[in-house]
């Protein structure tokens, strides 16, 4: 039973527009949500949180929305740019609780696809 | 900023061999993670640690073991290698609370 669910395996967008990925979890504890991107044999790289107390944090061309009531969060990514060409993972934790509820609980990616 | 360190980035092994992954994080974090990442399955967790000598099995732990004697060290053990872990192979670590993971990045095992 997968706690965080990302639904679209690809996303494909034009240079210069709006790249939109969406995670929904189901986990109501879950309080800490964050996103991450990996290029092909690297390591992910932490891009951006939020905790459960925001619905909204921005950081350069990233922002990440949380509506809690519909167990949703998304990543915008404006403008989006070719080397955004990457997976992005969703994560969530229940932080507040600690030990192994603060894991991080992955979605499978989505590969985002930024053509020029 | 955080350094998580894996001692190889791509690594050969033949089937029934023992063998060990090492990793490394310099920021003092009490939380260290391996993962294994095949397609289509994401970030599958295989063993964790919360403190030197401490252990907890993940959600994939069969055929592999830990280690943890030092803090910033934690090693991943693949008590005889078998062709179904062939896979990329990530270390992460963490502090307390809301901390992002941060991880290292990645070996790349093939048992042959």
């Known amino acids: 039973d997968q706690q965080v669910k990302q639904n679209s395996p690809s996303l494909s967008v034009q240079e210069g527009r709006i790249s939109i990925l969406n995670c929904d979890y189901t986990?109501?504890?879950?309080?800490?949500f964050l996103w991450y991107k990996k290029y092909p044999a690297e390591g992910p790289t932490f891009l951006i949180s939020?905790?459960?107390?925001?619905d909204k944090n921005e950081d350069g061309r990233f922002t990440v929305f949380l509506n809690k009531s519909a167990k949703h969060l998304s990543l915008h990514i404006v403008p989006s740019q070719p080397g955004d060409s990457a997976v992005y993972f969703c994560?969530?934790?229940?932080?507040?609780?600690?030990?192994?509820?603060?894991?991080?609980?992955f979605g499978k990616g989505t590969k985002l696809s930024v053509k020029p | 900023d955080v350094k998580v360190t894996q001692s190889s980035r791509y690594l050969v092994k033949r089937t029934g061999e023992k063998v060990f992954l090492e990793c490394v994080q310099d920021?003092?974090?009490?939380?260290m993670f391996w993962y294994r990442q095949d397609p289509g399955l994401g970030l599958r967790l295989i063993y964790f640690?919360?403190?030197?000598?401490?252990?907890e099995k993940g959600d994939i732990p069969e055929g592999y073991s830990v280690s943890r004697e030092k803090k910033e060290r934690f090693s991943l053990i693949l008590e005889s290698a078998s062709t179904n872990q062939t896979s990329m192979y990530l270390c992460?670590?963490?502090?307390?609370?809301?901390?992002?993971?941060?991880f290292g990045d990645g070996t790349r095992l093939s048992i042959l």
């Open positions: 640690s919360y403190d030197v000598k401490m252990k």
């Open positions: 920021m003092d974090h009490e939380n």
């Open positions: 986990n109501s504890m879950f309080d800490y």
């Open positions: 992460a670590s963490r502090g307390q609370g809301f901390q992002p993971q941060h």
């Open positions: 994560a969530a934790s229940a932080a507040h609780y600690g030990g192994s509820q603060g894991n991080l609980i």
């Open positions: 939020i905790s459960s107390i925001k």
